[in-house]
């Protein structure tokens, strides 16, 4: 029987009397096993499994659940339970109502928005008005998070811009015009349609249950209330609501029981991940944050009880090595171990260590570090130079050669080698033939073939290779990028040089301008120039990510074969699992690494300022030290020497008590 495996506390909710019921599951409660076992309970109670319905924010989540049920109820009776996403459910209903709605993604209604946007004229004022994506952003947050009119909710945040309110409207009136003449709608329509609907057609449930409620919206919210379910169960926990970016209200939370005056309040406080000194810690920081409903978290787990360390160093790459050597001299599992950090630049200088040491880590959300272009361009370039026989380098790097293909840049290698009698770099740099064969004796390719006549009107320098036919102005441009860096390194054996070199030359400088124009055009061909900014600063980062490992190594081979040798295997299977806080949510880890615990960091101050919470980054921080069943390590560094900037601890070590505030100034 499903209710025999829960504790008293998940018992008592889960067989609770239908009405308002709202349970507190903090973090490693068994939130899961409870609302498995109410469903268990409404059925054995002899509810109809078609009146049942489960909101989840994930599919995936929806058909854990029902797959644990299907262990103690048939699946005929199982798979009659509606469930789902909010999106999902709402889908389903409106299709089976004969609704035409075409469901389009944010990509092409951004098109639409953006050609309405683009009829009005906003120029003539100092103020620059809001860029059509942008506006089309915050319309779709509006619709999540609030039911004023948009223009009093817009200029609560925004009250400069009242001068366009008018123009903004009447762009938001046309394209809600648009979509309907054409029957298109968005995700959030799926919601509004369906509340439009329940206005004068019931959709009977006898119970509605919600999981993750703490990050419901206050469309989601709107919607619920509009159903008018008999019973509602939600399972929550306000001190893990971090999606307010996402327009998530945790006042849907906060606000239950005085929004229903018969609800009942039910508490999961048995925490059966972490050890009594993980607990505690998390308790005492997140204790700073308003007690909308009182809580203790108790240990419900018999392990070894090792408190949590803090780890200081004086410069940030110095702790993401030593992170990396912890890693590696621990016998935890590698799937057990989590880097868990607040921004995506944390993550690139523990990868890149871990790297270092051959040891395989898993990034979920994000390119992997080794695997962005201007990384994988760099270690190319430098490959190349190491190994003049590696061709599919030389074709990578041509990649970046306006107008030359992977053919064309196969005959450039063989004819570099040619020239140089079997050695391209000789061929780059002193060739000792002068001229290439009229006809194409080197590929099966016929790039040499046709008129004698050359048909190049560019410039020619006295390399040979400019008399190919397929040389023009500006592959040779490239060409001579090249044969500058290399011939600047010829006589350098020292990595980190030949990098920084690297960094500074033409060559690079043409690829990174290249990548932050590809990185920031919108689909109509035009440059956002904030965009452009962020792509060339994050390039930069990653590039003196780079040179910072080059010092390690004297020789260039060896870097390399740090760098690039095994790469596909330490990126695939097994590894440290390395996650942003919010793709940590719901994931439990014997150890865990929290890093960059910096003022300006984690809490991450910029977003601070676009409208975000302290009181939400400290709900961050509880969800990431949560995570840790046996082992938490806080670490922070005080320098960062590639940004040369100086750090202070972050507020929350102090508030968890890993640090004393007479040993440092916080307020200097």
């Keep these: 029987m499903a209710l025999n495996t829960l504790n008293s506390e998940q018992l008592k909710a889960a067989t609770a009397k239908q009405g308002h019921n709202l349970v507190i599951a ?64 709402c889908y389903r209903w409106l299709k089976a109502r004969d609704n035409k709605v075409s469901l389009k993604q944010p990509s092409e209604l951004k098109t639409l928005f953006k050609s309405i946007y683009e009829e009005f004229d906003f120029s003539g004022d100092e103020l620059q008005a809001f860029s059509p994506l942008y506006l089309y952003e915050l319309y779709s947050l509006y619709q999540n998070a609030s039911v004023d009119t948009f223009d009093k909710w817009f200029l609560e945040s925004y009250p400069e811009h009242e001068c366009f309110v008018d123009k903004y409207l009447l762009v938001i009136e046309k394209f809600e015009e648009e979509k309907r003449e054409y029957g298109f709608a968005s995700f959030n329509d799926l919601l509004l349609y369906t509340i439009g609907y329940l206005s004068t057609e019931d959709l009977y449930f006898e119970e509605i249950l919600v999981d993750e409620y703490q990050d ?77 409903y009182p809580k203790e978290l108790k240990v419900g787990c018999d ?105 064309v840049a196969k005959d450039f290698f063989l004819s570099l080698v040619y020239l140089g009698e079997g050695n391209l770099l000789k061929g780059v740099l002193s060739p000792s033939i002068n001229e290439l064969p009229k006809k194409n004796t080197l590929t099966t390719n016929s790039l040499f073939e046709g008129d004698d006549e050359m048909k190049n009107d560019f410039k020619k320098s006295n390399h ?105 295997e330490l990126t695939q299977g097994d590894g440290i699992n390395l996650l942003t806080v919010h793709a940590s949510k719901g994931l439990e880890f014997t150890d865990v690494y929290v890093v960059d615990l910096m003022d300006g960091r984690f809490p991450n101050t910029k977003l601070m300022s676009r409208g975000g919470e302290l009181e939400e980054e400290r709900r961050l921080f509880y969800v990431a030290v949560t995570r840790a069943k046996e082992k938490l390590n806080l670490s922070f560094a005080s320098y960062d020497k590639v940004k040369k900037t100086e750090f202070k601890p972050s507020q929350f070590l102090f508030e968890a008590k890993m640090l004393k505030e007479e040993d440092y100034s916080l307020g200097a």
């Design 26 to 89: 903090s973090a490693g409660t068994g939130k899961t096993s409870t609302i498995v076992g109410r469903i268990a309970h409404l059925l054995y109670s002899g509810i109809d499994p078609k009146k049942i319905l489960l909101l989840t924010f994930t599919n995936k989540a929806a058909g854990e659940m029902l797959a644990r049920l299907e262990r103690f109820f048939p699946k005929e009776i199982v798979s009659q339970i509606e469930s789902g996403t909010f999106h999902a459910v």
């Design 216 to 292: 419901t919206n206050t469309l989601q919210g709107v919607l619920i209330d509009a159903m008018r379910p008999k019973s509602l169960f939600c399972v929550g926990d306000y001190d893990q609501s971090i999606y307010a970016f996402n327009g998530a209200n945790i006042e849907n939370i906060s606000t239950f029981t005085t929004r229903y005056k018969d609800a009942d309040l039910f508490s999961l406080i048995t925490n059966y991940r972490s050890t009594a000194s993980i607990l505690e810690l998390a308790n005492r920081v997140i204790e700073y944050n308003p007690r909308i």
């Design 303 to 407: 392990k070894q009880d090792i408190p949590p360390r803090l780890m200081i160093y004086n410069e940030l790459f110095e702790q993401y090595h030593a992170i990396a050597h912890a890693i590696y001299s621990s016998n935890v599992p590698h799937n057990d171990i989590a880097v868990i950090f607040r921004n995506n630049s944390s993550a690139d200088g523990v990868e890149a260590c871990l790297r270092e040491l051959a040891i395989p880590c898993k990034r979920k959300g994000g390119t992997s570090f080794f695997d962005t272009k201007e990384v994988k361009f760099l270690l190319d370039v430098l490959s190349l130079y190491s190994n003049p026989k590696d061709m599919m380098a030389f074709l990578h790097v041509f990649e970046y050669a306006k107008g030359v293909g992977p053919a």
């Design 464 to 568: 040979p290779l400019y008399s190919h036919q397929k040389a023009d102005s500006d592959n040779m441009k490239f060409f001579e990028n090249i044969k500058e860096y290399y011939n600047q390194i010829q006589k350098q054996k020292s990595p980190s040089h030949m990098v920084g070199k690297l960094m500074k030359s033409p060559l690079y400088e043409s690829v990174v301008e290249l990548l932050s124009l590809q990185r920031s055009r919108l689909k109509n061909g035009e440059i956002e120039e904030n965009r452009y900014i962020q792509a060339k600063e994050r390039i930069s980062q990653k590039a003196m990510l780079l040179y910072e490992l080059s010092k390690n190594y004297n020789e260039i081979d060896r870097f390399l074969n740090a760098m690039i040798l095994g790469a596909g």
